[in-house]
């Protein structure tokens, strides 16, 4: 005969080795910090607080996080003007990390969107380099079932800049071409599918190692740029979604067709305004021609991470990773990063 006590301790035990079961937050997690700007060694693997969700956040327990060019500007500072936003003297948000993927830890008093043990992924703006993140709901969509946690935290930002670059600033429609110049990088490699899934004719610009990868990802026609220049060899593009940035406007502009858009993503890194001088000077020089530049900063937000979510799981888009490290190891990923040479994306797994 079992007492009341006796079954209280196994139930008790049972949830104990229940895996669906929520787990209980911790008062302290292992994160990546970093107290100053510098090269990846000023990163840290300790122990702090976990964080409090707001009223509008939830606490996500981070499954995986990916590493983006974003998150280099961020440790070292550079170019300055980083600085006006994430602190003139140092960090003001000791751990790094914008994208994630995870599983509701707990929600704030306004959340009605997620509960507790929800699978979600999304971009945290800093923070992901840890155990436990507080993220905006509106930063968030669910995961997708079929996905795993490393390949949904490498989408956000990446995706979110492919796609916003594409449909909304280079107005892509179905018929049209376009072309990928950098298309094996991280953000490169969604352009090229997202392109394809909005019905565009595709062109890749990328090196020869990547050639196989790019035609696999569905472009029509790849371009070696070892071999062959793309603004010598092509025309009558509709849209140049241009991830590299090292040509001037009077040669990226004659790729395309009048009326036609180069989107710029980035351009020459010079140490205080970054990019920003160059693409200045392209931009005027586009004023007095039928086509234009635009650039811009990828915004998040929930519509846009369902509508990559469908891509997902339709399975038009596939995120491509090229190495994944654990926590301790973030700082040689960001500087294995800062190369220039990654094939898709880099994750920490945790």
């Not at 800093?126 to 155990?131: H, I, M, S, V």
Request: charged residues 20%; proline residues 7%.
């Amino acid at each position: 005969m079992t007492t009341p006590h006796t079954e209280e301790k196994d139930a008790d035990r049972s949830e104990a080795v229940d895996p669906t079961a929520p787990r209980p937050v911790p008062e302290r997690m292992r994160a990546i910090v970093q107290e100053t700007y510098g090269v990846p060694d000023v990163l840290h693997l300790r122990e702090v607080d976990v964080p409090t969700p707001g009223e509008s956040q939830v606490l996500v327990r981070v499954k995986a996080a990916a590493l983006n060019v974003y998150d280099w500007h961020m440790t070292t500072g550079t170019p300055y003007m980083v600085r006006a936003v994430a602190g003139l003297t140092k960090p003001k948000h000791p751990i790094p990390g914008a994208d994630l993927a995870g599983v509701v830890a707990a929600v704030g008093p306004n959340v009605s969107e997620f509960g507790v043990g929800d699978e979600v992924f999304g971009e945290v703006g800093a923070g992901a380099f840890a155990e436990y993140a507080a993220v905006n709901v509106k930063h968030l969509a669910a995961k997708p079932a079929g996905l795993g946690f490393e390949h949904a935290a490498s989408v956000p930002m990446a995706a979110l800049t492919a796609l916003q670059g594409l449909r909304d600033e280079g107005g892509l429609e179905p018929g049209q071409k376009v072309i990928v110049n950098g298309a094996s990088g991280g953000v490169g490699t969604f352009a090229v599918q997202i392109a394809k899934a909005l019905g565009a004719e595709v062109t890749a610009v990328c090196s020869t190692a990547k050639v196989e990868t790019a035609l696999s990802l569905g472009a029509d026609t790849v371009i070696d740029y070892t071999k062959d220049d793309f603004t010598k060899t092509e025309r009558g593009y509709d849209v140049l979604f241009d991830n590299v940035g090292n040509r001037p406007w009077s040669e990226t502009g004659k790729v395309l067709q009048p009326g036609g858009t180069n989107v710029a993503i980035t351009g020459p890194k010079h140490r205080w305004l970054g990019p920003m001088r160059e693409l200045l000077v392209r931009k005027m020089a586009s004023l007095f021609s039928s086509k234009r530049l635009s650039w811009f900063t990828a915004a998040v937000n929930r519509e846009d991470l369902e509508y990559l979510s469908g891509l997902l799981e339709s399975g038009q888009v596939v995120p491509v990773i090229e190495k994944t490290y654990p926590l301790e190891q973030m700082p040689d990923a960001l500087r294995y990063l800062s190369k220039g040479h990654a094939h898709g994306k880099l994750v920490i797994q945790l």
